[in-house]
């Protein structure tokens, strides 16, 4: 049998909105998931951003942006930022399936370039919610604070642009809908028609 092609899912949604939360627990329960790393030109600020950055020169990443090697970039306080294409290429090719987290704006280009892929927008039950998870960092000033809120609230008006919505109230129920959703996707026909017309075949 060949390997059946891995799939992509995409996960958005606003600070505050517990996303970091929830894929840490889906990876924790659907540990052969593989993870986009993103890319940047930034300094390294802690050994642990190499979990989730690939550090490239400016010239580099550039380089990169005209080969067309991202599935999005960002240019942010004279730092890139970019979803690389290859690495999920290679990862789902193998059959294996791919997470992407990405802010909207990026995700928003991935969809255009991926139209296969499965999107998905994790919330707050209620601003309220919201308001309470950001206020209690107690990390930043009120007016940084709001800013992030209005940033949120901006960020969910495009939730519609995605195919699921994951409504975090209570943790271990929105893990297990955001597992169940990509148990659901790896059994749909359009992800195996492959693999059953080769069973056929050797019928």
């Not at 490239?56 to 730092?79: H, M, P, R, S, V």
């Not at 008006?157 to 943790?171: G, P, S």
């Amino acid at each position: 049998m060949s390997v059946q092609k891995g799939n992509v899912f995409l996960f958005s949604g606003p600070s505050g909105s517990g996303k970091d939360t929830i894929l840490k627990q889906v990876f924790a329960r659907l540990p052969e998931l593989k993870f986009s790393i993103s890319s940047t030109t930034r300094a390294r600020r802690d050994p642990s951003d190499d979990e989730k950055y690939t550090f490239l020169t400016k010239e580099e990443f550039e380089a990169g942006i005209a080969q067309n090697g991202f599935l999005e970039y960002a240019q942010y306080c004279d730092n890139y930022y970019g979803t690389p294409a290859a690495p999920i290429e290679n990862w789902r090719n193998l059959g294996y399936d791919v997470v992407i987290e990405c802010e909207v704006q990026g995700a928003l280009q991935i969809m255009e370039k991926l139209p296969d892929l499965t999107s998905i927008f994790i919330v707050p039950p209620s601003v309220e919610v919201l308001r309470k998870r950001l206020t209690g960092r107690q990390t930043e000033s009120a007016e940084q604070t709001e800013k992030r809120i209005q940033t949120a609230l901006g960020e969910m008006k495009l939730a519609e642009r995605y195919q699921y919505l994951v409504i975090n109230d209570h943790l271990e129920d929105a893990v297990d809908l955001v597992c169940s959703i990509i148990t659901t996707q790896r059994a749909k026909m359009t992800q195996n028609t492959k693999f059953l017309h080769e069973v056929l075949q050797n019928a």
